[in-house]
């Protein structure tokens, strides 16, 4: 299993996951210390192989050479975890845009591209698993400040469930997982810790273990998606019911309430 953005968070969440199926590992993301020490733990816990290969995704040749070291170590990757992203929430006009590539590179193209690498050996083997983090904010309206990360993800799932079809019955199963608020250092990346820590209680949080058996249990049973949690069902319902407009000025107030516009 290739898991991406394994150094923290989800990724790192789900590694132990994955090991304690029986699954070798290679993880990647851009900092190789904290790799090497889920590495360590994984292999005195679960005596997992593991490996690991650091890259930065937001380089746009990352994932061929991600493909190719794994080809070089005579690794065969069944199992692809699209899981590495990131946010910026200083609002379109006052992100560099560099940062915007970047966010595209890592969320978007970077996911497309390796499953676009590795697929096809699935698929000529009869087994596979893909699992595309994408999140809740890409079944919600659009909203402001960040800009491009709720289109990004929105990208992710509908691309997640258009291969999960074309996939089916091939034994490769594809799964968007699209996580709520979720603990990680996602919002200390970004910023944003006090603020919504400030604006949303704890029980809107869950945890990245709970987020990552929920990914993996999905995955398992070829859903062509999953949200964790009933309250982040329940949101996404009610926002894909709404009329745009309702819908744009329910989350136009939110981005003001955390002053993102
Ligand atoms: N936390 C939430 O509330 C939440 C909610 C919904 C969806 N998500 C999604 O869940 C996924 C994981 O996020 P998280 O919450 O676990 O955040 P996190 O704790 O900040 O972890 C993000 C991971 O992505 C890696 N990454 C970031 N930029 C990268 C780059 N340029 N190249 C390679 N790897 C990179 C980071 O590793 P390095 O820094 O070592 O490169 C880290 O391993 C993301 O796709 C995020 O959009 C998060």
Redesign the pocket.
């Given at each position: 299993m290739l898991i991406?953005?394994?150094?923290?968070?989800?990724?790192?969440?789900l590694a132990p996951v994955y090991a304690m199926h029986g699954w070798d590992l290679v993880l990647?993301?851009?900092?190789r210390d904290?790799?090497q020490d889920r590495a360590d733990f994984l292999r005195d816990i679960y005596q997992a192989t593991v490996t690991v290969i650091p890259?930065?995704?937001?380089d746009p040749a990352?994932p061929r050479r991600l493909f190719e070291a794994v080809q070089a170590k005579g690794l065969t990757v069944d199992g692809l975890v699209n899981?590495?992203?990131?946010?910026r929430t200083a609002g379109f006009l006052d992100t560099d845009p560099e940062a915007h590539a970047?966010m595209i590179?890592?969320?978007l193209t970077?996911p497309v591209e390796l499953a676009r690498l590795f697929a096809p050996g699935m698929v000529e083997r009869g087994y596979g698993r893909i699992l595309n983090?994408?999140?809740?904010?890409g079944r919600m309206p659009a909203t402001g400040g960040d800009t491009l990360?709720g289109p990004i993800?929105s990208f992710l799932i509908k691309a997640s469930q258009g291969l999960h079809l074309e996939l089916r019955g091939t034994g490769v199963h594809v799964t968007a997982l699209?996580?709520?608020?979720?603990?990680?250092?996602?919002?200390?990346?970004n910023g944003t810790r006090a603020e919504v820590s400030a604006a949303y209680p704890g029980w809107m949080w869950q945890t990245?273990d709970h987020v990552a058996r929920v990914g993996y249990e999905a995955c398992e049973a070829n859903r062509p998606s999953v949200t964790p949690g009933i309250v982040n069902n329940l949101l996404a319902g009610l926002a894909k019911h709404l009329p745009d407009r309702l819908a744009l000025a329910m989350v136009g107030g939110h981005a003001k309430r955390l002053k993102r516009i």
């Open positions: 991406t953005g394994a150094s923290a968070g989800i990724g790192s969440a990647t993301a851009r900092r904290a790799l890259e930065d995704l937001a990352a899981n590495a992203g990131f946010s970047a590179r890592v969320m970077a983090v994408a999140s809740l904010a990360y993800k699209c996580p709520g608020y979720t603990l990680t250092e996602f919002h200390d990346a990245a």
